[in-house]
């Protein structure tokens, strides 16, 4: 698929970053003149898979967050998210509904809301060496 256009950004690993970069990528893809339920869509994945990265990737240590958004023939939007934390040992449990290794108040969606608002979702990760985020989603013509 053609790239048209693409948009990198890397950010600190804190929590006052998650609302900057979901705005960031959302600023970035409304060159497609998304409805509002798309570009709502899109900043509710970016913002769950940023806060993964802050949650889970770094745990207690500070590190980066690579935001890569591309603008793709046909209306396609991709965005990958990815990070050099910690790893996920196992994606598919990783991937349940409520499950979560912070505990506490976290609800263990993080993935399900991802998947219920994109199109397709991709997960790669490797322990001790990060996980990366992929998801497409197909944006209407007008």
């Known amino acids: 698929m053609k790239i048209l256009n693409q948009f990198k950004m890397e950010l600190l ?6 609302s900057f970069s ?6 970035f893809v409304s060159q497609l003149d998304p409805t509002i339920e798309e570009i709502s869509d899109i900043k509710t994945a970016v913002s769950e898979a940023v806060t993964n990265c ?5 745990k207690e240590q500070l590190g980066y967050i690579y935001i890569t958004v591309r603008i793709l023939q046909g209306n396609k939007v991709s965005i990958k998210i990815k990070d050099k934390g910690c790893g996920i040992a196992d994606i598919k449990q990783a991937m349940e509904p409520l499950f ?3 505990g506490g108040e976290r609800a263990g969606l993080g993935f399900a809301v991802m998947q219920s608002f994109m199109d ?7 322990v001790g060496k990060g996980t990366t985020v992929i998801f497409h989603k197909q944006l209407k013509s007008r």
């Open 13 to 18: 690993a804190r929590s006052s970053n998650e």
């Open 22 to 27: 979901r705005v960031a990528v959302a600023a």
């Open 54 to 58: 802050i949650v889970h990737a770094y």
């Open 120 to 126: 397709k979702i991709y997960v790669k990760s490797q």
């Open 100 to 102: 979560t290794t912070a």
